[in-house]
Structure formats: C-alpha cells, structure tokens
C-alpha cells in the first residue's frame, strides 16, 4: 500500500518492513531503486518531472521525514512511521554481515567515505565492503566509476550525492550496472564517518531532527523554505480534497 503526499506515492512501511522487502529485491537478479523521501524531496519533485517519474517508478519509497508522517496523517493516509535512510542503512548493514551482502559506498568527499568505510568495517564486524568511491567526480570520469562499481559486482549500492542527484544517478545507471539495489543516502556517510552528528536522541523523539540539521548548518535555511510550503500545500489538499483514501 501507498500513501499519495501531494501527488507523490510513498510505501506505508516500517523499518522492518523496509529491511524485508530489500533483502527480497536483492535474492532477485533484477536491479531496484529504494528511495528515502522527506517532504524537501515532494516539494522537489512536484517542480522537477524526471524526479517524479523516477520516484514514480521506484521500487520502494520510504518516509524518511517526519513532515511524511504529519501529512500522512493530516490526509487520512497514515504512513505507519519514520524509515529515517541513516536508520535503514544501518539495519541493512546488520543484515548483511548475516548474509554476507556486498556493498558499495558512492558519495562524500573522499577522506568522509573512506573513514565511513574504516568505522562501518569496525562497527558491522564482517561486512564485506566491495568498493568505495567519493562523489565529487567530473563528468569525464563518470564512466571510470561506474566501471569500478560494476567491476565489483555489489548486491547493495549506497548512493550519498544529495538529492536529486543521487536519485537521477541511481536511475539513469541501475540497469546497466545490473546491482540488485540502489538506495540514495543523503548525509549518511558523513554520520557513518562521524564528520557529522545526527540530533540528540530527545530531539529525533519529538520530530526535529530537521531543525537541528539547519541550526547545525545554516547553509540549508534556503532548502528549508521548502518545509512551510509543503506545510501549505497538505492543508490546501486536505481543505479542497478533504484527503483521499489510500491507493496503490
Ligand atoms: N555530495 C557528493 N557529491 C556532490 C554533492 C554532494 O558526494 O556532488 C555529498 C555530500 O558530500 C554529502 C551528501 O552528498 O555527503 C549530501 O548530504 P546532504 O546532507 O545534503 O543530503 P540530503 O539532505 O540531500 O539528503
């Protein structure tokens, strides 16, 4: 089952859920996109139409942001909780040293991906990390990347470009690099490496870890304009449209 936000279909799943169907998309040799969407990412996509379609067409879309539980509520769609993608990576990496999963880090600068590698080898004791790449490459040396990470044939490819380019990434090269999964991760490396710190535990509980991440770095108040429009919207849906009963 999805909910529409806005247009936009998210999963109603939780974390277990989430970690379920991946371990599912990755026993079938076909590859799949997983996508953790906030409520920044609705409001993107309703401007930018190849992010729709690919959001549209992914295989899996998570409720990352606790602004997708509020509207999910508000338009009688209720998500069932946050999937936050630092979360759900850190429970995929838990179940791939039980499965003996491989796994591929693409994104950061290169000293953040590299230490992120060095602590996840540490914390999930066996993983088996088959390549890492940084992700500030230049268009020229695109191919030689995508080269790498077929050359290493990953069940699990965690993409940490930002939105929407790790999305656009992840979609325009999914079948030809021929992984199982792809799931775009944001900031998590930088978390992973411990160049970045998510909110303090009381803060994520009362749903602001976003506004911890614009106190701690201001640079994304711009982005962040996009939170009362989306706000907007959802009341303007749920005032005109009264909040639709679940699809898909
Ligand atoms: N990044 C990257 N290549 C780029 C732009 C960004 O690898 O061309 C990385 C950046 O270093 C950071 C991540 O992508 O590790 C984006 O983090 P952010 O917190 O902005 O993620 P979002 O909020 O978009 O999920």
Redesign the pocket.
């Known amino acids: 089952m999805k909910s529409s936000i806005l247009g936009v279909k998210i999963d109603q799943v939780t974390m277990e859920e989430a970690v379920a169907k991946i371990a599912a998309m990755i026993a079938e040799p076909k590859p799949h996109l997983v996508i953790?969407a906030?409520s920044?990412?609705v409001m993107a996509a309703k401007r930018d139409p190849l992010l729709y379609e690919i959001i549209e067409r992914a295989d899996l879309v998570v409720p990352?942001g606790i602004g997708l539980i509020w509207a999910g509520r508000i338009l009688n769609q209720p998500l069932p909780e946050r999937v936050p993608?630092v979360e759900l990576m850190e429970a995929l990496l838990a179940e791939g040293v039980r499965r003996q999963w491989r796994v591929f880090l693409?994104?950061?600068?290169p000293a953040?991906?590299e230490q992120a590698a060095k602590r996840i080898a540490v914390q999930y004791n066996g993983i088996n990390i088959v390549g890492t790449h940084?992700?500030?490459f230049k268009r020229e040396e695109q191919q030689q990347v995508l080269d790498k990470i077929k050359g290493s044939h990953p069940d699990i490819l965690f993409v940490?470009?930002?939105?929407p380019?790790?999305e656009k990434f992840a979609a325009a090269h999914l079948a030809s690099l021929g992984v199982p999964v792809a799931m775009?991760?944001?900031?998590?490396?930088?978390i992973f490496a411990g160049t970045?710190r998510r909110a303090p535990y009381w803060m994520r509980r009362i749903g602001l870890e976003w506004l911890y991440?614009i106190l701690k770095?201001p640079t994304?108040i711009r982005?962040a304009a996009a939170l009362p429009q989306f706000a907007f919207w959802v009341f303007m849906e749920k005032l005109f449209l009264g909040g639709k009963a679940a699809d898909g």
């Not at 693409?106 to 600068?109: D, F, I, S, V």
């Not at 940490?160 to 939105?163: C, H, K, Q, R, S």
């Not at 775009?184 to 930088?190: A, K, M, P, T």
């Open positions: 953790t906030n920044e990412m990352d993608g693409l994104g950061a600068e953040v991906v940084h992700g500030f940490a470009l930002g939105v380019k790790q775009g991760v944001g900031g998590s490396f930088d970045a991440r770095q994304r982005r």
